[in-house]
């Protein structure tokens, strides 16, 4: 099995289970975009678009649980419009 599928597959896993459902609860939700080198690039969408507490979310929230729960994320960084990593 190609690593990067399992990798991508467990981080998957764990944003369907542990984080989805609270960020829809406030009228938001995630999207896995990439991973690249231990980064793990996500979309906001919803409420959590325009939310003025939405990186707080992302580094407090996303990245502690997956850094918690899967060995090698280094970082969560969103794409689209403010990111530097082009949504492809």
Known sequence: MNPYNNLRE???EVIERDIK???EM???SISLVTVDEGIVYVELTGACETCP???MTLKRGVEAILKRKISGIRAVE???MDSTFPVK
């Open 21 to 23: 459902p609270y960020l």
């Open 53 to 55: 507490s939405s990186t």
């Open 26 to 28: 406030d009228g938001g």
């Open 78 to 80: 969103l794409t689209g």
């Open 10 to 12: 467990r981080i998957l």
